[in-house]
């Protein structure tokens, strides 16, 4: 069940900001958002942080102006070496200025998602996303088209 109380935005911007958190003017944070350490987020002007989105940033996770990062969606930092000492490896993630990750997307350490690119819900996203593009999960993780042409939105 939800709590029906529910903290506004500007309250959740200014208690992340006193642990340290860079947050731009004009950013919007839905209930159940989680950081794991606020000093290693940076977020840029005019964003918007869905429901439940959980930043499990042991590095850097960096947001541009006016992104979306939509509900349920994890963004993790960190992994484990694949060898038996299990090592914690981490890299920062980056998502450039008007990008969207659709709903309960997975971003993982080392993604660098392009400006104005779109992450279909449910996709894992690791490496690069090109500027501009849509990127989904069928029939694997890739390039479906461009998100824009010209002046035209698709």
């Excluded at 963004?75 to 659709?102: C, E, F, K």
Aim: proline residues 6%; hydrophobic residues 40%.
């Amino acid at each position: 069940m939800s709590n029906p109380w529910q903290i506004s935005s500007r309250l959740r911007v200014a208690v992340l900001r006193a642990f340290g958190a860079e947050i731009g003017p004009g950013v919007t944070f839905r209930p159940r958002t989680r950081v794991k350490f606020p000093w290693k987020l940076h977020i840029g002007a005019g964003c918007w942080i869905g429901e439940g989105v959980w930043f499990h940033n042991q590095d850097d996770v960096y947001i541009g102006a006016n992104a979306v990062v939509s509900q349920e969606c994890f963004i993790t930092t960190g992994s484990h070496r694949a060898r038996s000492d299990m090592g914690l490896i981490t890299s920062p993630v980056y998502i450039d200025d008007g990008a969207w990750v659709t709903s309960r997307c997975m971003v993982l350490g080392g993604a660098h998602i392009g400006q104005s690119a779109v992450v279909e819900p449910l996709t894992v996203v690791r490496g690069d996303i090109p500027p501009n593009a849509v990127y989904g999960r069928v029939p694997g993780p890739s390039v479906i088209r461009e998100r824009f042409r010209g002046n035209d939105v698709l």
